[in-house]
């Protein structure tokens, strides 16, 4: 899943009861491109989900974030099977932040 931030507005994403069965690659990328202004929010939930025989065993998210001052939150919990592993793949620098809850 590919998420696009944007400034001015509320940038909120909920995954919530789904279940996937055998699924090559499970992910989530949240992206900032670097024509928005700076300070933009994001928040992605991720809860109550299943993913059942995964290629990967897991999920992966990913993000860039192009103008600085970008605050990011990710909360992951109650899931089952191979959505309690998780992989973070993040270009951070010294302007944004991240935080990652379980």
């Known amino acids: 899943m590919f998420v ?3 400034s001015g507005v509320a940038n909120s994403l909920v995954i919530a009861s789904n279940t996937m069965q055998s699924a090559f690659a499970d992910g989530l990328a949240l992206v900032v491109f670097f024509d928005e202004a700076d300070g933009v929010t994001m928040h992605a939930r991720i809860v109550n989900n299943t993913i059942e ?3 990967r065993r897991g ?3 990913a ?3 192009g103008p600085s001052h970008n605050r990011v939150t990710i909360d992951v919990n109650h899931n089952t099977e191979g959505v309690s592993q998780v992989w973070m793949l993040c270009e951070i620098n010294h ?3 991240w935080r990652f809850n379980t």
């Open 4 to 6: 696009q931030g944007q």
């Open 53 to 55: 025989a995964s290629e």
């Open 59 to 61: 999920v992966t998210i």
């Open 63 to 65: 993000g860039s974030f």
């Open 95 to 97: 302007r944004n932040s």
